[in-house]
């Protein structure tokens, strides 16, 4: 099973795809967390939800290499987050392998949770990188929804169920 939890920045995304993980396990999930600290306002961000996740899952950190992450895995996965995955692909000028390491996630045989931000709602960016990003993680999040058997929109802390 693929699951996709999308929605806005602070839209409680995260959390609300924590609880579905952990609803569907008897043994602790894997939590990918695909964050790398460039600063200290991303290093608060990972301090709050490594705080919020405390010992209920199996901790992997891994920022580019998510197959190899997750691929001995014997339990669901929550991918957190996707986007940030994407972030660091472009960081480091590895661009032209995120669709195809996408295809090649969606074909695992592991039941999948992903975390995916919305960046497609706001205006476009006038700066060049800025619009690249946004336009990779929209075609990103469409190809993971066409993928997962179930996608929700969230906002609010509340999730809607798309498909």
């Not at 839209?11 to 008897?26: H, N, P, R, T, V």
């Not at 993928?147 to 509340?158: K, P, Q, R, W």
Request: hydrophobic letters at 40%.
């Amino acid at each position: 099973m693929k699951v996709l939890f999308t929605g806005g920045v602070k839209s409680g995304k995260s959390a609300l795809a924590e609880q579905y993980i952990l609803s569907l396990c008897d043994k602790k999930p894997y939590y990918l967390a695909t964050t790398e600290c460039l600063d200290e306002a991303m290093d608060q961000r990972i301090l709050i939800h490594q705080q919020r996740r405390g010992e209920q899952f199996i901790t992997l950190e891994e920022p580019l290499d998510i197959i190899a992450a997750i691929e001995f895995c014997d339990q669901p996965v929550l991918i957190e987050c996707m986007t940030m995955w994407i972030n660091n692909m472009l960081y480091h000028e590895k661009e032209e392998t995120i669709f195809p390491i996408l295809e090649q996630v969606c074909h695992l045989p592991h039941d999948l949770i992903f975390v995916h931000n919305e960046v497609g709602l706001g205006i476009l960016p006038e700066n060049a990188l800025a619009r690249k990003f946004a336009d990779i993680a929209g075609l990103a999040g469409q190809l993971l929804a066409k993928y997962c058997d179930e996608v929700y929109f969230c906002t609010a802390g509340l999730k809607q169920r798309f498909k």
